[in-house]
């Protein structure tokens, strides 16, 4: 793959919002667009350390959530040949559990984040699916961030000491018309084996060989054209001045993979650290062939949160 440099960089004003669109310096045709949002606060809350994205495309709004649990809610900008421009931050809130014996307010930690439609209620608004460590669990929250309760998790994934570590626990989360809520481990459980991934379904599981076997983590996942899922890799390449990481986009037909099997993986892109990779953990399908990525960044001015969108129908240039 030849890598083209793209030198433009807009500095675009937002309220006093900082926003840097094209920041990167090398980057694949594949990518449409790098937004870097600094020192960027909205309802009082900080937009940092972003592990989930959720989209609507009802309602055109982008929901982040941050590893402490703040539900940032976003609107994108686009060009007119679909390069990403903007990420605006509209409002945010703190994710608040105020079921009995809750208390008025439970801290989260929060990594995956999913848009869903509760059975029978598919014409009206959507929830939001989260996903969360220390606590193996997955939470159904509305969309001001209010807790409604939490989801039947898989019978493997409730106890806490089947985990390799407790912040290794409930990375990625989504939901499939078929197969309803799916649910995955950052890394393999401590009984299962380190060199693959395994999703989690309620009636059966599908595993696949990670991309960098015991070293790849499984940061996020979707469902795209009912029944697809795409699952984002990262992992940690080279020492010294040379280390730096690898996000990898995987296409995984369900359908496709029979139960006890293996599955299939198809390498959908790979971005080196050459190619603008960063410390990806959010992923949502747009729609089509886009993908959005966001990184767990401080959001400060060396550590910004950076967003990438990728479009997987742009060819690649050899």
């Given at each position: 793959?030849?890598?083209?440099?793209?030198?433009?960089?807009v500095?675009?004003?937002?309220?006093g919002?900082?926003?840097?669109?094209?920041?990167?310096?090398?980057q694949?045709?594949?990518?449409?667009?790098?937004?870097?949002?600094?020192?960027s606060?909205?309802?009082?809350?900080?937009?940092a350390?972003?592990?989930g994205?959720?989209?609507d495309?009802r309602?055109?709004?982008l929901y982040?959530?941050?590893?402490r649990?703040h539900?940032?809610r976003f609107?994108?900008?686009r060009?007119?040949d679909?390069?990403?421009?903007?990420?605006?931050?509209?409002?945010a809130?703190?994710l608040?559990?105020t079921?009995?014996?809750?208390?008025t307010?439970?801290t989260v930690?929060?990594?995956?984040?999913a848009?869903?439609?509760?059975?029978?209620?598919?014409?009206?608004?959507?929830?939001l699916?989260?996903?969360?460590?220390?606590?193996p669990q997955?939470?159904?929250?509305?969309?001001?961030?209010?807790?409604?309760?939490?989801?039947?998790l898989p019978?493997?994934?409730?106890?806490?000491?089947?985990?390799?570590?407790?912040?290794?626990?409930?990375e990625?989360?989504?939901?499939s018309?078929?197969?309803?809520l799916?649910?995955?481990?950052?890394?393999?459980?401590g009984?299962?084996?380190?060199?693959?991934?395994?999703?989690?379904g309620?009636?059966?599981?599908?595993?696949?060989?990670?991309h960098d076997?015991?070293?790849?983590?499984?940061?996020?996942?979707?469902?795209?054209?009912?029944?697809?899922?795409v699952?984002l890799?990262r992992s940690?390449v080279?020492?010294?001045?040379?280390k730096?990481?690898v996000n990898v986009l995987r296409l995984?037909?369900?359908?496709?993979?029979?139960p006890?099997q293996v599955c299939?993986?198809q390498?959908?892109?790979v971005?080196?650290?050459?190619?603008?990779?960063e410390?990806?953990e959010?992923?949502?399908?747009?729609?089509?062939q886009?993908?959005?990525?966001?990184s767990?960044?401080?959001?400060?001015?060396?550590?910004p949160?950076?967003f990438?969108?990728v479009d997987?129908?742009v060819?690649v240039r050899e």
């Open positions: 793959m030849t890598i083209f440099t793209q030198m433009r960089a500095m675009l004003s937002l309220a919002l900082v926003v840097l669109t094209n920041a990167t310096a090398a694949p045709p594949q990518v449409r667009g790098v937004v870097q949002l600094k020192g606060t909205v309802d009082g809350l900080r937009v350390e972003l592990s994205l959720a989209w495309a309602s055109q709004v982040g959530l941050s590893d649990g539900l940032i609107r994108l900008e060009t007119a679909g390069h990403l421009q903007a990420v605006v931050p509209m409002s809130s703190a608040q559990d079921r009995p014996g809750s208390g307010k439970h930690d929060a990594e995956g984040l848009l869903w439609h509760p059975p029978g209620q598919e014409d009206g608004a959507p929830q699916l989260v996903s969360t460590e220390g606590l997955v939470l159904q929250v509305d969309l001001e961030g209010r807790v409604q309760g939490a989801m039947e019978a493997a994934l409730g106890d806490a000491r089947r985990y390799r570590a407790r912040n290794s626990m409930l990625a989360v989504t939901h018309t078929r197969h309803g799916l649910v995955a481990a950052e890394a393999a459980l009984d299962q084996d380190l060199s693959l991934h395994t999703v989690h309620r009636s059966r599981r599908w595993s696949f060989a990670a076997p015991g070293q790849s983590r499984l940061k996020a996942m979707d469902v795209i054209d009912g029944e697809r899922l699952v890799e940690r080279g020492k010294g001045k040379t730096g990481l995984i037909d369900l359908e496709r993979c029979a006890q299939e993986a390498d959908l892109l971005l080196e650290p050459t190619d603008g990779s410390n990806f959010g992923m949502v399908w747009l729609g089509g886009q993908f959005l990525l966001v767990d960044s401080p959001g400060s001015a060396k550590a949160n950076v990438m969108l997987l129908s060819p």
